[in-house]
Nanobody, 126 residues
Framework: QVQLVESGGGLVQAGGSLRLSCAAS????????VAWFRQAPGKEREFVAA????????YYAASVKGRFTISRDNNQKMVWLQMNSLKPDDTAIYYC???????????????????WGQGTQVTVSS
């Protein structure tokens, strides 16, 4: 099991940038794939980006590809989401999630993830 704590959310104008952090604890973190999800009011939780346990692979939702970058440092047990060129549609609570890799395909559904943080609010004003 992995414990996750997100930080770095806030209010930013459209076109601005934010960097979200996810601090992990637990002896197995380095063997887990990690993803960022987000949930806007009245909407389902949606996949944003994922990074493999060995830092070798990343995957992005089409809506954020080219604007967001996911990274991790297993020594520090940290995962980051750098968000650039933010839009009002990016407004949501952002969650960090972790899961042991179970297949060669990416886990992009929230139900596939075992461990979650409490979330951090990102608000983008127009």
């Amino acid at each position: 099991q992995v414990q996750l704590v997100e930080s770095g959310g806030g209010l930013v104008q459209a076109g601005g940038s934010l960097r979200l952090s996810c601090a992990a604890s637990g002896p197995t973190f380095n063997t887990y794939d990690v993803a960022w999800f987000r949930q806007a009011p009245g909407k389902e939780r949606e996949f944003v980006a994922a990074i493999s346990w060995n830092v070798g692979r990343t995957y992005y939702a089409a809506s954020v590809k080219g604007r967001f970058t996911i990274s991790r440092d297993n020594n520090q047990k940290m995962v980051w989401l750098q968000m650039n060129s933010l839009k009002p549609d990016d407004t949501a609570i952002y969650y960090c999630a972790a899961v042991p890799p179970r297949s060669i395909t990416w886990a992009v559904r929230a139900a596939e993830y075992d461990d979650w943080g409490q979330g951090t609010q990102v608000t983008v004003s127009s």
